[in-house]
Structure formats: C-alpha cells, structure tokens
C-alpha cells in the first residue's frame, strides 16, 4: 500500500510559478508511475502528467507542455510538479497518484491505484 500526501499549492499570480510535492510512504515507490491530476469543481478529473518508475519517461497533456515538469526522487519518495507561466485556467485542485504499472504513461484515472488528498492551486487574473 502507498500513502500520498500532496503540498506547495497557493494562490499565485498570472505568469508566476509553484512546485508541488509528493510525499510517498512505503518502501515501494521507486516501484510505481506517478501521475498528477487536476479537478474543478463540477467537472471530470483530467490528467497533467505522468513519469515512470525511473523518472526516464514523461508524459504531458497538451494544455501544461512546456509549462510544467514532472520530476521524481525516488530516494525521497517524493514526485514533484514545478508549475511555470501559470494561468487562470490551472486554477484546480491537484491531485498525485501512484500507478502500479511502473513503465507509466496512463492517462486515465481508473489506471492509477493510489490517490492523495489533493492540493489547491488559485491562479488569479
């Protein structure tokens, strides 16, 4: 079992930046994909972006590509999200997850077995 517990987010300025972290427990994370995840209220929880077991693949969706980083240090248990030129439309709550797979690249949320509590990023115009 991994337990996820999500930091770093605030309210930030158009154009500004934020580095979310990811801490994990158990001695099996270096074993897992990880992927982070947003949410509106109201609306579906939509993938950001996922790394493998290794840290040597990432994934982004279109929207935050060349905007955001996915990072992982596996010696710290710890995945991290740094969050450049910032929109009011990443306004959400971030959300990490665990995937089992390991090689990664899962978009989807039924493909992820461990979810954290999740973090609220506020971008303001």
């Known amino acids: 079992q991994v337990q996820l517990v999500e930091s770093g987010g605030g309210l930030v300025q158009a154009g500004g930046s934020l580095r979310l972290s990811c801490a994990a427990s158990?001695?099996?994370?270096?074993?897992?994909?990880m992927g982070w995840f947003r949410q509106t209220p109201g609306k579906e929880r939509d993938f950001v972006a996922a790394?493998?077991?290794?840290?040597?693949?990432?994934y982004y969706a279109d929207s935050v590509k060349g905007r955001f980083t996915i990072s992982r240090d596996n010696a710290k248990n710890t995945v991290y999200l740094q969050m450049n030129s910032l929109k009011p439309e990443d306004t959400a709550v971030y959300y990490c997850?665990?995937?089992?797979?390991?090689?990664?690249?899962?978009?989807?949320?039924?493909?992820?077995?461990?979810w954290g509590q999740g973090t609220q990023v506020t971008v303001s115009s």
């Open positions: 997850a665990a995937d089992g797979s390991a090689r990664g690249g899962h978009f989807y949320v039924w493909e992820y077995d461990y």
């Open positions: 158990g001695r099996t994370f270096s074993s897992y994909a």
């Open positions: 790394i493998s077991w290794s840290g040597g693949s990432t």
